[in-house]
């Protein structure tokens, strides 16, 4: 009798987690009507009423699952954590997710409510929508979910919990004490969480951190992440003349500070793209083991530039995982006076740009902010923090405020931990594909301070398509990716990791 169960359990693992372009109604109907219920629960991560709702929504899934939660307060809004109950013999694994998301303007979304699932399959000219009555039938592993959050971050919850049931169902123990934390201010940089993990850092222990989050490679193969680059950001402003001025009465007199920003800020990059300033890229050495790691992702350069419409890429690296293992200077947003049906015929009073800094471990981001801000003085410039005054803007010709947020530090873990190994083996023999692993990601995930508070290895494990339009407009999850998910996390909480 047993071993005919365990043959019926082991059939039916393996049907619902076929990777044929059908899904099985049953177990993918279950998950999707999950994440269709948490996805309702707007999760604006600007909004602390949105935040405790999706507490409450949490509380309840993960106790009902045998997990002990609390909610851990912080200078500003709560972290939710989770835990199933501790067993000494056993390593600890603590997964990070978020549960915010991006705010949302409904007018640019292809849906009337980007908190309400829309189902759709792809057509020729994009997607189309599809009844949610069409569960009456098997569902395409193509189709997709639109809704904000599906893939950024509230999936791969969704499949974390899933995967726990059918554990449950098929009655595999875990080789492991699970711990979770999610995040409900990660899409505002999670400013409290650095604080937060000195004061719990005892609950928060851990062998290794696996941090469920951004895509996986476009490929579509099972993914390993190494590292994540940090970031911080500054904000330049120059200044021209106290109030906007007729074009016309004072063109080619008062000074123009959209110019002087301008001129100043070519000054950082020559003409391919790399940055100009004194030791921006010190300490950074790519030898031939790191060249070979870099090399075996499978990126087709001439496909990313096809895809985002550009015909030569910077130069900061030969190539896109090499440009990765810099810091960049990038612009992020520029403004001066009015544009389009708005512009006016004046000589603005001012003109600004915002800048990120993504950093690499190599990288100290103070640090660098003293090298911009050192660059900005040597090109003639009074450097200030405030508003200028009457008299410093008669005493000086050329002014610039700085204003700077805060330091995310990148990550790195090192290729040859057993975790890691033991994470891209059990993807491998999941999935029957080789896992592309990826020295360090271009985006940030700010659990820098989990690492350099509780010394341990973390490691990011995406479960969402590439092409999910997180952020944005139309953010959306292949349903296969959910079907991945719930598997990869079947499988990863149930195999033990070897010595």
Not at 223 to 232: D, F
Not at 242 to 267: D, E, M, R, V
């Amino acid at each position: 009798m047993k071993k005919l169960l365990f043959t019926f359990f082991v059939l039916l693992a393996h049907a619902i987690f076929s990777q044929d372009s059908i899904a099985v109604k049953s177990e993918v109907a279950d998950a999707i009507q999950d994440l269709r219920e948490f996805v309702a629960i707007p999760n604006d991560a600007l909004e602390a009423d949105d935040i405790a709702d999706n507490i409450l929504w949490l509380k309840r899934q993960f106790e009902q699952r045998g997990f002990n939660t609390a909610e851990l307060a912080t200078e500003n809004l709560p972290l939710f954590f989770a835990a199933l109950p501790m067993e000494d013999a056993k390593p600890t694994l603590l997964i990070y997710m978020h549960f915010d998301g991006q705010s949302v303007d409904p007018s640019k979304w292809a849906q009337p409510d980007p908190y309400q699932i829309v189902l759709k399959r792809p057509i020729a000219e994009g997607f189309e929508t599809v009844s949610f009555e069409s569960f009456k039938d098997d569902i395409n592993y193509d189709w997709r979910l639109f809704g904000r959050s599906t893939s950024d971050d509230k999936g791969p919850i969704v499949m974390f919990l899933n995967a726990l049931d059918l554990l449950k169902k098929n009655n595999r123990d875990m080789p492991f004490n699970v711990k979770v934390i999610l995040d409900g201010e990660e899409e505002r940089g999670s400013k409290p969480i650095a604080k937060a993990v000195k004061q719990y850092r005892e609950l928060l222990e851990a062998d290794f951190l696996l941090i469920a989050d951004g895509p996986m490679h476009p490929s579509e193969r099972p993914t390993v992440v190494y590292g994540c680059r940090g970031i911080t950001t500054l904000t330049l402003t120059t200044y021209g003349p106290i109030k906007h001025q007729h074009s016309g009465h004072y063109g080619n007199y008062a000074p123009n500070p959209g110019f002087q920003l301008t001129q100043l800020l070519a000054t950082m990059k020559d003409d391919e793209g790399r940055v100009t300033i004194a030791g921006y890229y010190d300490g950074i050495t790519l030898d031939d083991e790191v060249q070979k790691i870099l090399k075996s992702v499978p990126d087709d350069d001439a496909e990313i530039a096809k895809k985002l419409q550009f015909k030569t890429p910077e130069k900061v690296g030969r190539y896109y995982q090499e440009a990765l293992q810099y810091p960049s200077l990038n612009i992020r947003g520029l403004g001066s006076g009015w544009i389009g049906t708005k512009a006016r015929t004046i000589v603005p009073e001012s003109a600004t740009a915002e800048l990120d800094l993504r950093l690499v471990p190599e990288s100290d981001g103070n640090r660098l902010k003293s090298l911009v801000k050192n660059h900005i003085k040597a090109q003639g410039f009074h450097v200030i923090d405030h508003v200028p005054t009457q008299e410093e803007r008669m005493k000086y010709d050329k002014i610039v405020s700085v204003s700077e947020r805060g330091v995310t530090d990148a990550f790195r873990t090192d290729f040859e931990n057993k975790y890691g190994k033991f994470l891209v083996e059990t993807l491998a023999n999941t999935f029957q594909e080789e896992v592309i692993q990826i020295r360090i990601m271009g985006g940030t995930v700010p659990i820098s301070p989990f690492i350099n508070e509780l010394q341990l290895p973390a490691f990011v494990v995406p479960m969402v398509n590439a092409d999910n339009n997180q952020h944005s407009p139309n953010e959306n999850l292949k349903i296969g990716q959910l079907a991945y998910g719930v598997k990869a996390f079947y499988n990863l909480l149930s195999n033990k990791v070897q010595d």
